[in-house]
């Protein structure tokens, strides 16, 4: 497995396979890799002969007053999970590898970003877009995996993606739970023992919630009873909804193709999970 900081190193590298006619896949993170990362390498390694992984904890999805300064900065255990999981090159480089110090472009895509997770922290999706538009840029992957844990950044990625033509396949791989329900995430590391066993009841609030509208309740009866049980349980809900699965919008009763979000503070830490379903 190489390893690489700069821009032109990356390119040069990836550019002698595609010349050599590999495919190559590119998984983005932030590091402070889980199963959950582990599972869109080998995902990855299913649909392309060349894997590379960027660990970049960007700056710019970062509101004011968030954990930028303390997200867990775990480069040597992140290498040796790469290099274990059969990773071919990871791209680590510097925050002034990837920003102009006067950078002036930001990528935004209108309505998606500003929703949900969006209005909870303005700025968050432009962060995203930005940055995985100018990874796309160095890497210039045949296709990129991210975690379907994050619905609505794959949304917007996936509108990014189509709006500016740009040529990737962007595949979404399912999320990855620990035995309880609860999705893996970078952040549930900030959980206590105690908040960790609290937190499963976020999915099962959320499978709750789909049988409910497979059982043809009313949505306005489902949101309340789930807000009500995440509440009585201890969290802090801060969205719960049922929308479309293809475009976010919130829901009607006609609408087949489901999914449910939800975000939840426990304790000092935010947590995001959700369900995808369909219904005849
Ligand atoms: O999901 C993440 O880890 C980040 O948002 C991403 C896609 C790597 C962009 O920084």
Redesign the pocket.
Known sequence: MQIVSTASECRSIIKTWQLAGERVAFV???GNLHDGHIKLVTEAQKQAERVVV?I?V?PT?FGPGEDFDSYPRTEAADQAKLAAAGANLVFLPAVSEVYASNAKTTVSVNGLSTVYCGAARPGHFDG?AT??CKLFNIVQPDLAL??RK?FQ?LAV?RTMVRDLNIPVDIIGVDTVREASGLAMS?RNGYLSAQEKQTAAQLYQTLCQARDAVLAKQSFPDIDQQALNSLKAAGFVPDYFVICRSDDLAKANSEDTELVILVAARLGKTRLIDNIAFSRS
């Open positions: 983005p993170t932030m960027s970049f960007n999805q995203v940055v995985v991210f975690g994050d950044q990625i970078s």
